[in-house]
């Protein structure tokens, strides 16, 4: 802890295996997991670690219920099955930190199941547990709607099999590449799908897939870039809440499998309409509720605190900091709650050492904020240059 800030190191596990592989074309072992954690804590003075455990529709460890990572459209594109191979990285990153008596979380993301060519278990077995737009026929890739039973049976499934491990902790992440695997990226393009049509008209009497007709526009490269659906006009906000209560619903069950007690953390884009933010971050695209601007969904996380869903809250802007009249106001309804706070900030650079996370804690010295993550251990870890 430094100035009173905790330090949280978010690891993504398959950035050290990639980094290590590429630059010096060796494997990242069990002792390079002993060397960053020793170092984390001794020079970067870290309280706890969020190691990364999905990665797009695959696992960074040895599962039985989802894809393993064992290759990617990067070279070297094998570097990580290569590892796991070798070694189990979860079993062994919780046997280091335990030794060290560092608090390990679990950190995974749930709404990142895609990525060109990887895709999850569930959407090889159930695609149409995807995202899709107002046609019922385009599909967001890798992003799973938790109105189908079969989504929310398969998160628990892979959640209890993390907690075997025996991790201290769950940090859920709604961060998402699904942005780099569609060209359809108007706001409001996705979240159709048929349970949520379904629950819609009987709530609202209006069916979200009819309109008098559509068109579409198409860019240099001669896609369809856009689409304008003319007619059938429905209450924005109202389809917004009505998609964010299955998450609501989700993270009950997950209370329910974990226990009253175990700690449990999200991290969440926003909500940006609470701070005042610096001018060139203002119409930032991934500064929104949910995703992205096209995927938008309700996050009612002062629900999830009154209910003791979620123990924390992460907010997360890559570039820069609000000024502190906007993060009080957030800050004082967190703390209301009965929550914790913390600020991810990412790192730009990879030329870092450990003893720089005293930085990002300086940042948020003079703020009511409970700690900060550094994002990510990769730009810190000398062991994968």
């Known amino acids: 802890m430094i100035y009173k800030k905790k330090i949280i190191v978010p690891v993504d596990f398959f950035d050290h295996v990639y980094s290590k592989q590429k630059s010096r074309g060796e494997l990242y072992t069990s002792d390079d997991i002993r060397s960053m954690m020793s170092a984390m804590i001794e020079e970067g003075n870290a309280d706890v670690c969020l190691w990364q455990v999905t990665a797009c529709g695959n696992v960074t460890y040895r599962s039985n219920v989802e894809n393993r990572l064992e290759w990617e459209a990067r070279a070297p594109a094998r570097a990580m099955k290569a590892v796991l191979d070798a070694y189990d990285p979860l079993r062994e990153s919780v046997r280091h930190a335990k030794n060290f008596g560092l608090p390990l979380f679990g950190l995974m993301s749930l709404f990142d199941e895609g990525f060109p060519p990887m895709l999850s278990r569930l959407f090889q077995k159930h695609p149409h547990c995807q995202w899709v737009d107002r046609t019922g026929s385009i599909y967001l890739r890798g992003v799973p709607c938790y109105d189908y039973e079969e989504a929310v049976a398969f998160r628990l499934e892979l959640i209890k099999e993390v907690l075997s491990y025996g991790v201290d902790g769950l940090c859920l992440s709604l961060r998402s590449h699904c942005d780099q695997s569609t ?43 856009e689409w304008k659906f003319i007619g059938g006009e429905f209450d924005t906000n109202a389809w917004h809440r009505l998609k964010g209560e299955s998450l609501t619903l989700l993270l009950k069950e997950i209370r329910k499998l974990v226990g009253p007690d175990f700690p449990v953390w999200i991290c969440f884009l926003g909500p940006f309409e609470r701070m005042m933010l610096p001018p060139h971050l203002k119409d930032a695209a991934y500064l929104t509720e949910g995703l992205h601007s096209f995927a938008r969904f309700h996050i009612d996380w002062e629900n999830w605190l009154e209910k003791k869903l979620v123990d924390a809250i992460v907010v997360q802007c890559y570039r820069g900091m609000p000024p502190e009249d906007g993060v009080l106001p957030f800050v004082s309804e967190t703390r209301a709650r009965g929550g914790q706070i913390y600020w991810l900030e990412r790192a ?23 700690g900060v993550l550094p994002y990510e251990a990769e730009c810190f870890d000398v062991g994968c240059r």
């Open 183 to 225: 060209p359809y990226r108007q706001r409001d393009f996705f979240g159709f799908n048929t349970p949520v049509v379904n629950a819609f008209k009987e709530r609202y009497g209006v069916n979200l897939r009819d309109f008098s007709d559509c068109e579409h526009t198409h860019d240099q490269n001669h896609f369809i870039s």
């Open 348 to 370: 730009l650079t990879s030329s870092l050492s450990w003893r720089d996370t005293k930085s990002f804690a300086e940042k948020i010295r003079h703020l009511p904020i409970d």
